[in-house]
């Protein structure tokens, strides 16, 4: 993730300071385009403040290796479990912290802050504003709106520049592909065949969906090669599956499914 650190490498030297000086901020909120980016960042950071070591120092250690495979007596990671993050999940993580941690502290990764609804929000609100000892609390999300104003409020916020390897040329090649085939009336399988790359990340078919749906829109005012409208009805309803798929990504539902139904809805 060398790009990652290259991208953001101004933060990362403010962050290295606060380390150094014990001076890290009890609460952040992590914000990035990409989940695997908000996830390394964060475990990096982690890692900084247990070992007091500058963030991505890959020295192996013992406490950075725990911290990598989610192993760490004081690390807990929340992660959603189905469509939401659990506000059971949010209470057992505060009773946890009341009890004196192995080490100098713990530290707490809402992996996925932007799948906490309002209860969840609220009831780790609590724990926010009086944090026990020195535990830090990190709240990653794709969007920092997504999440409540008093949380927001009771936050530092970091957004990461974005380092991820993402071949954009080639998911913009993919949706021009599909849009194409689309709107010649393609069958479900010759736009499986081209969609490999994307079925599974869900970063990717995020990007697919915002590139195929910028596409689908263009078209509602141009012209084909021979110079005649392209089928206005047939591109709305494209936009309008387009939009659903972007619904249900946000949901929570796996990525292969939702590639599939609108692949069906869209195709011939």
Do not use: W
């Not at 013992?62 to 993050?85: L, T, Y």
């Not at 009336?185 to 790359?197: E, K, L, Q, S, V």
């Amino acid at each position: 993730m060398k790009e990652l650190y290259l991208a953001n490498e101004e933060l990362i030297n403010r962050l290295n300071e606060s380390i150094s000086k014990n001076t890290v901020f009890h609460a952040c909120i992590i914000q990035s385009r990409y989940q695997e980016d908000r996830e390394t960042f964060a475990k990096d950071y982690v890692k900084g403040i247990l070992s007091h070591k500058d963030i991505g120092d890959h020295s192996n250690s013992r406490i950075c290796n725990k911290v990598e495979e989610e192993k760490h007596e004081d690390v807990i990671m929340i992660r959603r479990k189905k469509s939401n993050v659990s506000v059971e999940d949010i209470r057992n993580m505060q009773k946890r912290i009341a009890i004196k941690p192995f080490g100098d502290r713990y530290a707490v990764i809402v992996a996925e802050g932007d799948h906490m609804d309002a209860i969840s929000q609220n009831t780790l609100l609590k724990t926010l504003e009086e944090p026990p000892g020195d535990t830090v609390i990190l709240i990653l999300c794709e969007d920092v709106e997504n999440l409540l104003p008093t949380i927001r409020s009771r936050c530092v916020v970091y957004s990461l520049e974005t380092g991820s390897k993402e071949d954009d040329s080639q998911i913009r090649e993919i949706a021009e592909n599909v849009i194409d085939l689309a709107l010649r009336g393609a069958p479900y399988y010759r736009m499986n065949r081209i969609t490999g790359p994307i079925e599974q990340d869900r970063d990717k078919l995020r990007d697919f969906i915002d590139i195929a749906e910028e596409i689908c829109r263009d078209r509602l005012f141009e012209r084909n090669e021979k110079g005649i409208p392209y089928n206005q009805e047939k591109t709305g309803n494209d936009i309008h599956a387009l939009e659903e798929a972007r619904r249900k990504l946000a949901r929570g539902m796996t990525s292969r499914y939702i590639l599939k139904e609108l692949l069906l809805k869209i195709g011939g």
